[in-house]
């Protein structure tokens, strides 16, 4: 038994020091520029920041030639912060099957390049089964028991619960979709179900959360203290089993950011819709504004930040947003938050590929000389459902080619700039 007992310790001993040892290797892999553990500098924030793309569903592709251009042309450009790569929004298969893809797909992007941070997402948006949509939704989920003991709660064995996460009184039910709500963050159940989500990502190695729109989830959440509760049991689960023991969270910021009485920041950086505003003289051109309705150029707020380093402003991204259209080419709409009448990443879709590339070039050049803390998080991979270019109901920054017959040929561009 003593003999068993030693070979199997032996075994234990050996995997534990591989194990430390494959990380020690990956670990050397990542330049001081990138490098961050329990906390993030500044610095290396911005270092991230500077070089972030929005690229949905990336860690979500289950085409293996598709996910292969897609990392080829992050490599190129020298892409490091992965925006959306994993998310849920219309849910379309049960939950194992998708922690078992995203796990499976961050592996490999981190063995192409252990500097990337991978951000996932969870959105103001959950789903009853058989919503008017698709047969899945949080019902279908079982709460595991470290969900309970976080919140201490007796365990039980049950699924989530698709009514007590929505506001009581009937605010933004049904927002989205038949069966498709808005949360209300303080409902325990809310709770319970985002902590869940963060968790799964994290073990799956995203390093990054984007919480969606914080304003409709915190109508009965007065001063944000129930999110500040939630973003601290998520950085502390990040601590004990984050990749880097810490992982980034952000959201989308209509009043510039959310700061607690003593002055400490709920985010790790801001984000926000870029805002072009028209100009009606030339068709589909547009410009940036400080002040222009409710764009965050110079309003981002600062505070203390959850890696305990003090800003007047926050470093923010600002991306090309997607949500809707009305009257599609149409310049002075009543919906002002979308340029000639799309939506944002649809918009920049239907400009020709000059001016798309002068795009991109003037917003990084404007925010240097305008509102240096704002980082523009490059379009890579953004559905533009509002009006399709064609049949083409994707815009995809790659070069086109045989392996992207249907790129809009950013790349380049993007390449260029982010070398300068």
């Given amino acids: 038994m003593n003999k068993i007992y030693t070979t199997v310790l032996v075994l234990l001993l050996a995997l534990t020091a591989a194990a430390s040892a494959m990380g020690n290797r990956a670990k050397s892999q990542i330049s001081g520029k990138y490098d961050f553990e329990g906390s993030i500098s500044k610095d290396v924030l911005e270092n991230y920041l500077s070089r ?13 030639a598709v996910f292969n251009e897609n990392l080829r042309m992050l490599k190129n450009i020298g892409a490091k912060f992965i ?67 976080e919140f201490g709660l007796p365990v039980q064995v049950r699924n989530f619960s698709y009514e007590a996460m929505l506001y009581k009184e009937g605010r933004y039910k049904d927002h989205w979709v038949k069966g498709a709500s808005v949360p209300d963050v303080s409902k325990i159940e809310t709770q319970m179900y985002f902590f869940y989500r963060a968790a799964r990502y994290i073990n799956a190695g995203f390093e990054g959360i984007h919480l969606g729109q914080i304003a409709l989830m915190n109508a009965n959440d007065p001063g944000n203290k129930i999110w500040f509760e939630l973003t601290e049991r998520i950085r502390g689960y990040a601590r004990e089993n984050g990749r880097r023991k810490f992982v980034m969270l952000d959201a989308h910021v209509p009043t510039g950011g959310y700061v607690s009485d003593e002055g400490r ?44 380093w003090k800003c007047e402003s926050l470093p923010y991204l600002i991306e090309l947003d997607n949500s809707g259209a009305s009257n599609p080419g149409v310049c002075g709409g009543e919906e002002w938050w979308w340029p000639w009448g799309w939506d944002e990443i649809t918009w920049f879709s239907h400009c020709d590929e000059d001016y798309r590339n ?63």
């Fill in 52 to 64: 972030a793309i929005t690229q949905g569903g990336f860690c979500y592709e289950q085409d293996g």
């Fill in 83 to 149: 925006g959306r790569a994993a998310f849920v929004w219309t849910p379309d298969m049960p939950d194992e099957k998708h922690f078992e893809i995203v796990a499976a797909r961050a592996k490999q992007a981190h063995r192409a390049d252990p500097e990337f941070v991978l951000q996932c997402c969870i959105f103001e948006a959950v789903f009853k089964s058989d919503n008017e949509l698709t047969r899945f939704g949080v019902d279908q989920i079982r709460i595991p028991e470290f969900v309970f003991k």
């Fill in 265 to 308: 920041l709920l985010l790790d950086f801001h984000s926000f819709p870029q805002r072009p505003k028209e100009i009606c003289e030339t068709p589909y051109h547009a410009e940036l504004e400080i002040g222009y309705h409710d764009a965050i150029f110079k309003r981002s707020k600062g505070g203390i930040t959850p890696s305990g």
């Fill in 358 to 420: 002068y795009w991109l070039e003037y917003v990084v050049n404007w925010l240097k000389e305008n509102d240096p803390v704002g980082h523009l998080q490059m379009p890579g991979c953004t559905t533009i459902a509002a009006d399709p270019i064609g049949d083409i109901w994707t815009y995809r920054i790659n070069t086109k080619s045989d392996a992207c017959p249907t790129g809009f040929s950013q790349e380049e561009t993007v390449k260029r700039l982010w070398s300068e």
